[in-house]
């Protein structure tokens, strides 16, 4: 081995050493696998409890049908049936289960950034079964309130879209549209009151980058959708032409 190379090896060695000293070697879910960046942070054993979102699903809105529905029947909910969303149509790669809400939950609040490349994986999955590359302009991720974002320190719906620009080559737009009202998180509230809360929720600074374009909306995850159909309902007033809307998982129910 001649020297530059032996430097090398030597050098890669303390780079890893370096890693495994800043960032856990062992599943940041189980704490007892192995995992590696690559993967994630996360196991081959936790991976293998996600439920991939299979068909029959609301053809709009991805929300789950009965289980005896038959396999290739595609049908919409009784909730885009009564009042059809802002977006066209909203995908995702698995089921919402409690694997999932427990990284989204350390991903968001615990600081562990980390697993932005697990869920950022999934996100991508999601993309790669759901849309054509080539029919989109651009991937805007649902925006947190600037004052959230600074208790936050990071917006997790950016962080995955980021992600997803990489992966897919469509280019990613921040900044343009925009939360401007501080609105009470919409888990806590009934329907209606969740329609209200989100009213004046978001604004979109430059219409024409907007017009007559089509858009991959991307958020975290999907559960009652309102979020997501209302800042779609804002994008489209802005003359956005379709939007699609891309999460890590999808809730169960409406
Ligand atoms: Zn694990
Ligand atoms: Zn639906």
Same mark, same amino acid.
């Given at each position: 081995?001649?020297? *530059?190379? =032996?430097?090398?090896?030597?050098?890669? $060695?303390?780079?890893?050493?370096?890693?495994?000293?800043?960032?856990?070697?062992?599943?940041?879910?189980?704490?007892?696998?192995?995992?590696?960046?690559?993967?994630?942070?996360?196991?081959? /054993? +936790?991976?293998?409890?996600?439920?991939?979102?299979?068909?029959?699903? +609301?053809?709009?809105?991805?929300?789950?049908?009965?289980?005896?529905?038959?396999?290739? @029947?595609?049908?919409?909910?009784?909730?885009?049936?009564?009042?059809?969303?802002?977006?066209?149509?909203?995908?995702?790669?698995?089921?919402?289960? %409690?694997? @999932?809400?427990? *990284?989204?939950?350390?991903?968001?609040?615990?600081?562990?950034?980390?697993?932005?490349?697990?869920?950022? %994986?999934?996100?991508?999955?999601?993309?790669?079964?759901?849309?054509?590359?080539?029919?989109?302009?651009? &991937? @805007?991720? &649902?925006?947190?309130?600037?004052?959230?974002?600074?208790?936050?320190?990071?917006?997790?719906?950016?962080?995955?879209?980021?992600?997803?620009?990489?992966?897919?080559?469509?280019?990613?737009?921040?900044?343009?549209?925009?939360? *401007?009202?501080?609105?009470?998180?919409?888990? +806590?509230?009934?329907?209606? /009151?969740?329609?209200?809360?989100?009213?004046?929720?978001?604004?979109?600074? /430059?219409?024409?980058?907007?017009?007559? %374009? $089509?858009?991959?909306?991307?958020? /975290? &995850?999907?559960?009652? #959708?309102?979020? +997501?159909?209302?800042?779609?309902? *804002?994008?489209?007033? =802005?003359?956005?032409?379709?939007?699609?809307?891309?999460?890590?998982?999808? #809730?169960?129910?409406?």
């Amino acid at each position: 081995m001649n020297a *530059v190379l =032996a430097f090398n090896v030597k050098l890669g $060695r303390i780079c890893l050493a370096l890693q495994h000293l800043f960032y856990p070697n062992l599943c940041a879910l189980c704490h007892s696998h192995w995992a590696i960046p690559q993967w994630g942070y996360v196991c081959e /054993d +936790c991976r293998s409890k996600l439920d991939p979102l299979t068909f029959p699903f +609301c053809e709009v809105c991805g929300h789950m049908g009965p289980v005896n529905l038959e396999k290739s @029947i595609s049908f919409k909910c009784s909730q885009c049936t009564l009042v059809h969303p802002g977006f066209d149509y909203a995908r995702a790669a698995v089921k919402t289960n %409690s694997l @999932i809400l427990e *990284v989204v939950h350390k991903f968001k609040y615990s600081q562990k950034v980390y697993l932005k490349n697990f869920l950022g %994986s999934l996100l991508n999955q999601a993309a790669d079964r759901w849309i054509k590359k080539k029919d989109w302009e651009m &991937i @805007i991720p &649902i925006p947190l309130h600037p004052v959230h974002q600074r208790k936050r320190g990071f917006n997790q719906a950016e962080c995955l879209a980021r992600i997803l620009s990489k992966h897919t080559k469509i280019p990613l737009h921040l900044n343009n549209l925009q939360r *401007v009202k501080n609105t009470l998180p919409q888990a +806590c509230l009934e329907r209606n /009151d969740r329609l209200k809360n989100l009213k004046g929720a978001f604004n979109v600074k /430059d219409k024409e980058l907007i017009r007559g %374009s $089509r858009v991959i909306l991307v958020d /975290d &995850i999907l559960t009652t #959708g309102t979020t +997501c159909d209302y800042a779609s309902r *804002v994008l489209k007033k =802005a003359g956005a032409d379709y939007i699609c809307v891309l999460t890590v998982s999808r #809730g169960v129910y409406h």
